[in-house]
């Protein structure tokens, strides 16, 4: 419900902020405009930009062939998210890799790493070319973190001595003095201009623990959305904040576009604003309409960093070129709820309410309250539409580089099926008139309404999965039925008809 209104909201702004445009366009800046650069230093500050040249050319050549090795595997996939109760195929293709039992969840999505090469766990890929792929991704990641740390500690040393100087690297201007050297401080300096407290959360807030790489070649899209407000052309990704963040956390992006191709060389028109040929990234200040964007263009294997909470006071856009490009975008998670460690400690906490018989092996409930009740039935809610309809509706893509994913899997579905359990004896204990009316009522009541939100989930994924968008899908990526899906749809019954209990439940109630 709060994302929905959430959704509402942003709508609303965006609807809004359009009507008062009308039929006009907000200005904004790209380096070969004069006030670009104090554009930049005054607005978009907690932006840091860093030309190819400051990367070392092994890790570049490293993490380029990585990603040319992925494509080459398949591994890429267009995702089909929801949007305001509608599947659509997301432009750009993706894949994530990060830490084991990590996921990363936007646009109703769900995404789950395929592990990079971690120490303790035993990663079994498809191929050596793909460990080495996710190797090297490790090792851009480990990189990005320290410049981010750098970063923030340069930020922070800025702002104590209130300096003047630029936090910006204006290309075509050709400003002498870079971020990197202005910006960073040497290890002397950070300890002692950051407290300890202070370099514990920056390193916490730039320990990226996911990467979602993103690949489109934009001459092969049918169609691509217009910038709406700015006017700055193609976008490859529209207008947004980055979903399911640390709040504050630093996003890291290496981009590497294929630079050379025809269609780039051969446009040299004389330009008013950003060159369509070549890739940017548009910033704003989120629902402003006062303040200029800007467009920068990215060169291959530039990156910048998104700081502090700049993802939250600005949206950012991803504007085409026209060659094809890849970026690593690296971002620390919110995990809270989203690793197997948090859900398989749900899973065993919701099991703290089954008992079994020493003698018959009989199951049963330790408790009716309504408190125990609902949490059960939320969390069986959780681990069947969060994690195993989320996983299962992407198909077997997971499988192109590796299939950790399938003892997990397992586990959550065994877990599952206890809850399924666990919910037919909720059933029968109601039935059965022990407790007195109140009690009863309550218990009924709390428990018919988990179960009305699983019917609607249910019939909602069900008809995910057999849309047209998911019918056009390729074989290995069409959503997987499983046992959990329906009774109609699967050969192993489930304990219980929902919609027949849903109604039981409303006559007793009655």
């Not at 979602?212 to 006017?231: I, S, T, V």
């Not at 980055?242 to 981009?255: I, P």
Request: aromatic share 10%; charged share 25%; net charge negative.
């Amino acid at each position: 419900m709060k994302r929905r209104a959430g959704e509402r909201e942003k709508e609303l702004k965006k609807k809004k902020l359009l009507e008062e445009l009308g039929e006009s366009r907000l200005p904004y800046m790209t380096p070969a405009n004069a006030d670009f650069h104090q554009l930049w230093k005054t607005k978009y500050s907690k932006l840091v930009f860093r030309k190819s040249d400051t990367v070392p050319e092994e890790l570049h050549q490293m993490v380029q062939e990585s990603f040319l090795t992925l494509r080459k595997h398949d591994c890429f996939f267009q995702d089909l998210v929801r949007i305001k109760g509608k599947d659509f195929f997301t432009p750009v293709s993706r894949i994530l890799i990060g830490n084991p039992g990590c996921t990363y969840k936007y646009l109703n999505t769900r995404l789950f790493t395929v592990p990079w090469p971690t120490e303790g766990y035993e990663i079994k890929y498809c191929s050596p070319q793909i460990h080495d792929a996710c190797k090297a991704l490790i090792k851009l990641n480990d990189y990005l973190h320290i410049e981010a740390v750098k970063a923030l500690q340069g930020q922070n040393l800025l702002e104590s001595k209130e300096t003047e100087d630029t936090p910006v690297i204006d290309r075509e201007q050709n400003f002498a003095t870079s971020l990197r050297e202005k910006g960073s401080v040497s290890q002397d300096q950070s300890s002692f201009c950051v407290p300890e407290d202070d370099f514990t959360s920056l390193n916490s807030r730039t320990s990226y623990n996911v990467t979602l790489l993103n690949y489109m070649d934009p001459l092969q899209m049918l169609y691509l959305k217009q910038e709406p407000y700015f006017g700055m052309g193609n976008m490859a990704v529209s207008w947004h904040h980055d979903e399911n963040l640390v709040e504050r956390s630093t996003v890291a992006v290496y981009s590497y576009s294929c630079e050379g191709s025809p269609a780039e060389e051969t446009y040299d028109q004389k330009l008013q604003g950003r060159d369509p040929a070549v890739w940017h990234v548009g910033l704003k200040v989120a629902w402003d309409i006062e303040t200029p964007g800007l467009a920068i263009p990215l060169r291959q294997g530039d990156f910048y960093l998104m700081l502090d909470d700049l993802n939250m006071t600005h949206q950012h856009c991803v504007l085409a070129g026209f060659s094809p490009r890849f970026s690593s975008t690296h971002r620390v998670a919110d995990c809270s709820r989203g690793t197997l460690e948090y859900i398989f400690g749900q899973c065993e906490l919701a099991l703290q309410n089954l008992q079994t018989d020493s003698n018959s092996g009989a199951l049963s409930l330790k408790s009716l309250e309504t408190a125990v009740v609902k949490q059960v039935e939320e969390i069986h809610n959780e681990v069947e539409f969060e994690w195993l309809r989320q996983f299962w509706f992407q198909g077997k893509r997971y499988l192109k580089c590796t299939d950790w994913w399938l003892k997990p899997m397992a586990k959550l579905e065994e877990y599952w099926r206890k809850m399924e359990t666990m919910s037919s004896l909720v059933l029968h204990e109601v039935r059965k008139k022990e407790q007195t009316e109140e009690q009863r009522n309550e218990t009924i009541h709390c428990f018919l309404l988990v179960l009305t939100e699983r019917q609607r989930l249910r019939k909602e994924w069900t008809a995910r999965c057999q849309s047209e968008a998911a019918e056009s899908l390729p074989e290995d990526q069409k959503p997987e039925c499983h046992p959990f899906w329906t009774n109609d749809e699967c050969n192993m019954p489930l304990p219980y008809d929902l919609e027949e209990v849903i109604a039981h439940l409303q006559n007793l109630v009655q």
